[in-house]
């Protein structure tokens, strides 16, 4: 199924369901006016076709205690295809590592990452970047405060 193929009401269900996945088949289908079967339907096929990846928990960092967040620029000696994914091959299953963007211009990658402390991201950082001998330059930035955290992708017509 293409996103062509989606129709408002699909595009509406995706969106709730980006902002809570918690709410039930009925409250989904009150809040979005069609029938339980037909949001149950939609939402089964949905699954199936692949538009939702994975249904998670987003939890309040506060809550675990104290938490090292880094933003991290990573520049390679070589961009060639394989070496790109070779890197990404590498850091992406990796715990710590949040987010993994390859980028342009500028550095090769950039990585959100979090770990409990500055040990943690010394461990992260021999790990990733300085047993490769293909990092050549890795350039970090500590969050002191999080301002903002929503992992929403933006669908027409629901803004």
């Known amino acids: ?24 088949n009925q409250a989904l289908a009150e809040r979005l ?6 949001c149950l339907r939609r939402l089964r096929r949905l699954r199936e076709d ?7 928990a987003i939890l309040d ?3 675990i205690g104290p938490l090292l967040t880094a933003v991290i620029e ?17 850091v992406a299953p990796d715990n710590a590592v949040q987010q993994c963007y ?11 990452v979090t770990v409990r402390d500055m040990p943690g991201y010394q461990a992260l950082a021999q790990r990733l970047f300085t047993s490769d001998a293909n990092v050549r330059n890795v350039k970090a930035f ?7 955290f929503a992992p929403q992708l933006p669908l027409p017509g629901t803004d």
Not at 1 to 24: I, V
Not at 50 to 56: F, Y
């Open 1 to 24: 199924m293409k996103f062509s193929d989606l129709d408002e009401t699909d595009l509406r269900l995706l969106d709730a369901l980006q902002r809570d996945t918690s709410a039930s």
């Open 33 to 38: 006016d069609i029938s339980p079967p037909t």
């Open 50 to 56: 692949g538009w939702i990846q994975s249904e998670v």
């Open 61 to 63: 960092p506060a809550r």
């Open 74 to 90: 990573v520049s390679l000696d070589r961009q060639d295809a394989a070496s790109l994914e070779a890197f990404e091959r590498r």
């Open 102 to 112: 390859r980028v342009s211009p500028g550095p090769d990658f950039v990585l959100i």
């Open 142 to 148: 500590f969050s002191l405060h999080r301002a903002k």
